[in-house]
């Protein structure tokens, strides 16, 4: 299993980036494969804080960071984040960076369309990033995207801006906006195109190349299983699939590639923007983790909402999503309360369920059944190793991989990156 596939096991943010910068420095490969600007991924090394949205966290280790064809990928986004990068002393260029050239790019009318539409929506918005995700992947699969490899063609363009204009300007028809302005699409385009297409190529060679050296690969996963489209919160989820298999698919490698599934799970439960969330809390404790946890959305700035781990949607991520062991962060976010819950069933009009229901009138409707723990007193921020952990905490770990049926293969005990406790390293056999 010389691979790792690294999936976010709930709502997001439950700290892919700091766990997937931790394992860049033994990837030979760090490949973004589903999602786009949507995410953020925040790195923590020694003085230095790194916020990346697009750019694979390897970059940062200056391990080879490619964007697979499964992101939808925002040019101008991407050359401002590689600006602050580059600002910060992190070095990018074509030798450590690669973009699939049929990647589908997100245009300024998917991010107009993603703003028009959840303002048109009330009380039945997503809660989106605004960044034009769902209109941009509508379009991938509409057979109407613009993609990176166009960027090189822009003169014979025509065909597909008419396949593309014609669904947009009947749908900002609707919301009472202009026609898409083709020219001035075109120029903005134009503009773009030398700094996209100087990192882009057919990315699969390049990783077959990779793969055949016996090299490590690192797939680094978006959001989370709960935001999946067809797995998660349905309709409240992001508009592409974050489970392990789409690194396959969204990489142009083989299922076999995706090796060791390392699902990360933050020891509580949070969530951005609309849609059910069983374990909330709306009160003090849901404040404390809040602020504890520093809660806060990357991109949007977002308060996250929080509330007690919920092992019942964990234990069906890991499922669906087949994963070989968790990395558990955030375990000193709980330090210091007298008692920590755990959910492990649901209660839903009389009956009990060990599952999320598909339907979102019950996934809003069931009632989370606790198990109470013991707290502990003692600190875990900063533990490296097992031996530094109180007793109870390890008795929650324990009690967390037995209800989730999934091994703990990592725990993570502050935002930097050394602050890290291996029990199974996910590169080894
Ligand atoms: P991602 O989207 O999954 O990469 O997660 P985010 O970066 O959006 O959110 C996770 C936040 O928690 C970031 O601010 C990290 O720096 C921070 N973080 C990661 N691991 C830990 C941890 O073990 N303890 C604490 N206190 N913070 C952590
Ligand atoms: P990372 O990778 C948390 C959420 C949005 C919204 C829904 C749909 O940092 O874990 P979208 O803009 O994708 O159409 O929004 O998905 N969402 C995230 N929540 N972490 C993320 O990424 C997210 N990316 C999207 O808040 O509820
Ligand atoms: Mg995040």
């Known amino acids: 299993m010389a691979n790792v596939t690294v999936i976010g096991a709930q709502w997001g ?20 494969f589903q999602g786009g600007h949507n995410a953020g991924h925040t790195l923590v090394v020694g003085d230095q804080t790194y916020k ?27 050359k401002a984040e590689v600006e602050k990068l580059t600002g ?64 090189a063609h822009l003169d014979a363009l025509e065909p597909q801006l008419d396949r593309l204009c014609a669904h947009h300007d009947a749908l900002r028809a609707g919301f009472g906006e202009p026609p898409v302005d083709r020219a001035a699409l075109i120029a903005e385009l134009k503009d773009i195109a030398p700094f996209v297409l100087q990192f882009a190529q057919p990315v699969w060679k390049r990783l077959k190349k990779v793969r055949k050296a016996g090299a490590r690969i690192l797939f680094e996963g978006a ?47 949070t969530r951005v923007g609309s849609g059910p969330f069983p374990t909330e809390l709306e009160d003090e404790t849901g404040q404390k983790l809040g602020e504890r946890g520093h809660e ?35 375990l000193d976010v709980l330090d210091g309360f007298d008692v920590v819950k755990v959910c492990t069933g649901y209660r839903l009009r009389g009956k009990i369920l060990d599952y999320f229901p598909s339907h979102a ?3 809003a409707e069931v009632e989370p059944i606790y198990e109470e723990m013991e707290g502990w007193r003692e600190t875990t921020a900063g533990a490296r190793s097992w031996a530094d952990l109180p007793a109870q905490a390890i008795k929650y770990i324990q009690r967390v991989q037995e209800l989730i049926e999934t091994p703990v293969a990592l725990v993570s005990t502050s935002p930097e990156r050394e602050d890290t406790i291996l029990v199974r390293d996910p590169f080894q056999d």
């Open 361 to 363: 009138a019950d996934q």
């Open 223 to 269: 959001q989370g299983v709960l935001l999946d489209v067809d797995h998660g919160t349905y309709p409240f989820v992001t508009s592409s699939n974050t489970v392990s298999g789409t690194a396959a698919s969204g990489s142009g490698l083989g299922p076999s590639a995706t090796g060791f599934v390392l699902g990360i799970v933050k020891a509580y439960t």
């Open 296 to 330: 806060f959305g990357t991109v949007t700035g977002r308060k996250r909402r929080c509330g007690w781990f919920d092992a019942v949607l964990v234990r069906q991520s890991c499922a669906i999503s087949g994963v070989t062991g968790i990395a558990l962060t955030k």
């Open 13 to 32: 943010d439950e700290g892919k980036g700091k766990i997937v910068d931790w394992l860049a420095s033994r990837a030979d490969a760090v490949v973004r």
């Open 52 to 78: 990346l949205s697009l750019l694979p966290s390897g970059i940062v280790t200056g391990t080879l960071s490619i964007i697979g064809n499964g992101v939808v990928l925002d040019p101008w986004a991407l």
């Open 88 to 151: 910060q002393g992190v070095v990018i260029h074509d030798e450590n960076f690669a973009i699939a050239d049929n990647c589908p790019l997100i245009l300024p009318i998917h991010r107009e369309l993603d703003g028009l539409r959840e303002a048109a929506a009330g009380a039945g918005k997503i809660g989106t990033t605004g960044r034009g995700i769902g209109p941009a992947y509508e379009d991938k699969v509409g057979r109407r995207a613009i993609r990176v490899c166009d960027l």
